[in-house]
């Protein structure tokens, strides 16, 4: 046997051997559906991401029923062509209630603006009891030309906040983030 056909039989091989590793990773991947399936429902964590009528139990008992926080909402815009407004100026919430608040901004440029939202609390202690699970604040937003956002702010407040605060103010600043703005234009 010639080097050239000796080659190409050792590389038919290979191509084989690599097509079964493939496939029994394949079939390895669907073996752990069912695996992962199961150890969930042993472990309880089934019950916490899909509630259902059988899993009554599993709904938040973090939740405090016995009182509620009034969330107000403010923004500002520092040193940036933007407006920007919460959809609602307050809500009522149940402390541990996972609740979604909406701000729109506007960038009023006829160019991409970039900026960053830095969050405050009133009165200041209760920054320690209002986590943020999602937040346009996490991220620079860049606005194009004449742009209009939506933009949500997912939060949870804490149960453990003291009974003596009955209002909380979720205050945002915007602030033009310098250099940002060439970045985008040219990408």
């Not at 016995?66 to 500002?76: G, Y």
């Not at 742009?147 to 003291?162: G, I, K």
């Amino acid at each position: 046997m010639n080097a050239p056909a000796a080659a190409s039989a050792s590389n038919r091989r290979m191509l084989k051997k690599l097509l079964v590793v493939a496939l029994g990773m394949f079939g390895f991947g669907f073996a752990m559906v069912p695996f992962y399936n199961k150890l969930c429902e042993v472990a309880g964590l089934r019950e916490l991401w899909q509630p259902g009528e059988a899993n009554a139990a599993a709904v938040n008992t973090q939740v405090d029923l016995t009182r509620k926080v009034t969330i107000e909402f403010d923004s500002n815009v520092r040193m940036l062509p933007w407006t920007f407004k919460p959809m609602a100026s307050s809500v009522e919430v149940h402390p541990g209630e996972l609740t979604q608040m909406m701000y729109e901004v506007k960038n009023t440029l006829n160019e991409p603006v970039t900026g960053q939202a830095v969050p405050s609390y009133g009165p200041r202690q209760a920054a320690l009891y209002f986590n943020k699970l999602q937040c346009f604040c996490f991220t620079q937003q860049t606005l194009a030309a004449g742009e209009v956002r939506q933009m949500p702010v997912v939060f949870v407040v804490d149960p453990a906040l003291p009974k003596d605060i009955g209002t909380i103010t979720l205050s945002y600043t915007f602030f033009r983030v310098d250099g940002a703005d060439r970045k985008a234009a040219k990408g």
